[in-house]
């Protein structure tokens, strides 16, 4: 599963990362990003070392999915989606819900009705619809959707339609329904691969307080000693 989520970059230096290598110093060190790619020799080891309990990729896409969820409206059912490029980068996430300009206040959120109209399944859009309508790229092709349940058929045709060419899905409750059954039917025919989620961590916690709680010593920034005495500030993601 591990080399569904591989970035291009590896560690075999490129026609274009030799090309850098030949350019003065002070153009390489011009630019922050290449710093670390081609270190100063002269630079001590910095003590700190990095964290090791940072979210792995998956982790973290499946946690956006699941971030997503939180926005829809459902009282039942609370779905995210979460599309990912091969370059590990998110174009596209959704969450179930009406679609745009169609009230969530007067359309239905039952499940059952005496007359189907006033069920929700005739209006509900489902997040993985979403997630591929709402991408920032021109096409979703070739990649990897992350969603917390096993997309219906409906969303499995959508999926194929659109060039996606992985699934990763966290549970598979309705998988003996007819709409599970024929999603399988019709990803396996069209060659779509889909896994089921493996994960070690059981939750994770968004605390907006961590910022505050967070210190010189830990993940907004680093000081590295370099060799001339003076400090060079570098800055982390989070
Ligand atoms: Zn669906």
Request: glycine share 4%; proline share 4%.
């Amino acid at each position: 599963m591990a080399s569904l989520f591989k970035g291009k970059r590896t560690s075999k230096m490129s026609s274009s990362d030799e090309t850098l290598n030949k350019k003065p110093r002070e153009t390489l060190f011009s630019s922050g990003s290449l710093g670390s790619v081609f270190p100063d020799p002269s630079m001590k080891e910095s003590v700190t070392k990095k964290r090791e309990d940072y979210l792995s990729w998956p982790d973290y896409f499946m946690a956006i999915a699941f971030l997503s969820a939180q926005r829809s409206k459902d009282p039942r059912t609370q779905v995210g989606a979460c599309v990912v490029n091969s370059e590990n980068k998110i174009v596209g996430t959704g969450y179930n819900g009406m679609p745009i300009g169609c009230s969530d206040d007067n359309l239905p959120w039952d499940r059952k009705a005496e007359n189907e109209l006033d069920t929700k399944y005739l209006y509900v859009c489902h997040a993985e619809l979403n997630a591929i309508l709402n991408k920032n790229s021109s096409d979703v092709k070739n990649c990897t959707i992350y969603v917390a349940l096993f997309p219906c058929n409906e969303c499995a045709k959508v999926i194929i339609q659109s060039g996606i060419r992985c699934v990763i899905y966290m549970s598979d409750k309705n998988h003996d329904s007819p709409e599970s059954i024929a999603s399988r039917r019709l990803l396996d025919m069209a060659g779509v691969i889909f896994q089921k989620f493996e994960t070690k961590r059981r939750q994770i916690v968004i605390d907006f307080d961590a910022i505050e709680k967070s210190n010189s010593n830990n993940n907004l920034a680093e000081t590295v000693h370099v060799n001339s005495g003076e400090k060079r500030s570098r800055e982390t993601t989070i």
